[in-house]
């Protein structure tokens, strides 16, 4: 069973930073890539960064130059630190995998399953 738990989210005034955390563990074997998306009221999900395990970044364009991702690989930890923030930037952000489970069988051969995981969201609002 895989857990992705989020942490870092509040209120904030217009220009101030947030950090937030999102942490990854039980049977995982590898990540392919951990991301960050939020999502308000109405509207669909959208992809805010996203990292690959090889180290390439994306953002979207709302958020360049503001935000940063970055990964521990070794503790299953994707951060987003958000500068200069701005109210349109008020929304659930949701920590989002890629990754390979692992099991054993009966036998003890060992299987690999690929799946996506979702955080539970952390309520981020920033004031003007």
């Known amino acids: 069973q895989v857990r992705l738990v989020e942490s870092g989210g509040g209120l904030v005034q217009s220009g101030r930073s947030l950090r937030l955390s999102c942490a990854a563990s039980g049977n995982i074997f590898s990540i392919y890539s951990m991301n960050w998306y939020r999502q308000t009221p109405g509207k669909q999900r959208e992809p805010v960064a996203v990292t690959t395990s090889g180290g390439d970044t994306n953002y979207a364009d709302s958020v360049k130059g503001r935000f940063t991702i970055s990964r521990d690989n070794a503790k299953n930890t994707v951060f987003l630190q958000m500068d200069n923030l701005e109210p349109e930037d008020t929304a659930v952000y949701y920590c989002?995998?890629?990754?390979?489970?692992?099991?054993?069988?009966?036998?003890?051969?060992?299987?690999?399953?690929?799946?996506?995981?979702w955080g539970q969201g952390t309520q981020v609002t920033v004031s003007s």
């Open positions: 989002n995998a890629v990754l390979d489970t692992y099991s054993y069988s009966s036998t003890g051969e060992l299987t690999l399953k690929k799946d996506e995981y």
